[in-house]
């Protein structure tokens, strides 16, 4: 079931024949996307602390935004107002929302779910509200992101049986109206995978997703607090079984690391906030593993964050300097290191793709991992 969709297309360029990994180009009505890609998340139609014109400079080729802050503040229907998300925060390249449902899942103590929707008090001002399939493609609708999200039920972890084909079986039949309820033809509608960590559910929803003739398909609930190599194994069990010519968008998920494994295991695109929330605490990517920058050792250190990269951060500001502005709380320190971070994951993204086209990925993972989660102290 699908309603017609102008704009949008995937091609698979490539799949390495070493490893498996893909590369292709998802083509949508604000331009083209090249995968594996990494999508930095501007949840309040911002990335926390990044200009749109730096963005631009870290070569980012999507965004993200979520529906559900934005439903509550400013208001979906004044950003439709403005000519939609595009126009409201002038950013002229794809955007995807969240359709909310892992926001709402996550309010426990405050909301109220049945079969119809979800209703649940905003944290902030305690005022009632109510979400639906029907209500989340609206929403999505009027902020007007060129690649919207089911409106989904998100298991936690760890869960039982029950909990996990209940939530599964729902999100299943909330699908479904959220394929009729979409009206709008230059939008891309993509269903959610669920089953919790249990492989038989996971491979039921992955065949019922896939009877939807969308443009991708997601693999939602995982990165939910399971450990890496239960997140793995959901990975390489399910990609496999979504469609081969549609990308796989694998939610919530964006470490260095992350990425080798995702791409490794058949995935095509990446979101997370950790870029910007690890700048926010002091924290940066580098090719030698994620480093702290108000440690000692940094105080009089001429080099850049990361000599491999060429963002406007590396090549304009010291590790010296970057401790001082983190001494001295100043909040430029956290903005330079947030481009520093989401230029790295894109940069990474992009090697890897390349490594991919050579048919090399697998040497590029090796290369790479050990390094990547080694931390220092």
């Known amino acids: 079931m699908t ?84 126009g409201w925060m002038n950013w002229q390249k794809p955007v995807l929302t969240d359709s909310g449902g892992f926001q709402v899942f996550s309010l426990a103590h405050l909301r109220k779910i049945s079969e119809e929707g979800v209703e649940f008090r905003d944290p902030k001002d305690g005022k009632k509200h109510f979400i639906s399939p029907e209500v989340s493609m609206e929403i999505q609708q009027d902020i007007g992101a060129d690649i919207i999200m089911a409106f989904d039920w998100c298991a936690p972890y760890p869960c039982d049986y029950k909990t996990a084909k209940d939530a599964m079986e729902r999100t299943h039949r ?11 033809t230059n939008q891309a509608l993509f269903p959610i995978c669920q089953g919790a960590f249990e492989d038989d559910l ?28 239960v997140k793995n194994h959901l990975v390489e069990l399910t990609a496999p079984l979504l469609p081969e010519n549609k990308p796989r968008y694998l939610m919530g998920v964006g470490t260095p690391e992350d990425l080798l494994d995702g791409i490794l295991r058949g995935v095509d695109m990446f979101d997370c906030v ?6 926010r605490h002091g924290s940066f990517f580098t090719y030698e593993g994620k480093k702290q920058i108000k440690n000692a050792q940094y105080y009089d250190d001429p080099r850049p964050l990361d000599e491999n990269c060429d963002c406007y951060c590396c090549k304009n500001h010291t590790r010296a300097y970057l401790r001082h502005l983190y001494k001295c709380q100043e909040g430029t320190g956290q903005a330079l290191m947030s481009i520093h971070n989401i230029k ?22 090796k290369a790479h991992y050990d390094k990547l989660i080694t931390v220092s102290k």
């Not at 200009?51 to 559900?68: C, E, H, K, V």
């Not at 909330?174 to 709008?184: I, N, P, V, Y």
């Not at 940069?347 to 993972?365: G, H």
Request: some cysteine; aromatic content about 10%; charged content about 20%.
């Open 274 to 279: 950790l870029p910007t929330r690890n700048a």
């Open 202 to 229: 996971r491979r039921e929803s992955a065949a019922v997703v896939s009877t939807f003739d969308a443009v991708g398909y997601a693999i939602g609930g995982v990165s939910v607090g399971e450990p890496p190599e």
């Open 174 to 184: 909330w699908l479904e109206r959220c394929f009729k309820a979409k009206t709008s």
């Open 344 to 365: 790295f994951l894109i940069d990474f993204a992009k090697k890897a793709r390349q490594a991919i086209l050579n048919d090399e990925f697998d040497k590029f993972y």
């Open 3 to 86: 309603r017609n969709v102008q704009g949008f297309s995937y091609d698979l360029v490539h799949i390495c024949k070493n490893s498996g990994a893909r590369a292709g180009v998802l083509h949508t009505p604000h331009g083209d996307i090249e995968t594996p890609i990494f999508m930095p998340v501007g949840t309040n139609s911002t990335v926390k602390l990044v200009t749109n014109n730096n963005l631009y400079d870290t070569g980012a080729q999507i965004i993200l935004s979520n529906s559900y802050h934005l439903y509550l503040r400013a208001g979906s229907k004044l950003i439709k107002q403005f000519g939609g998300i595009h």
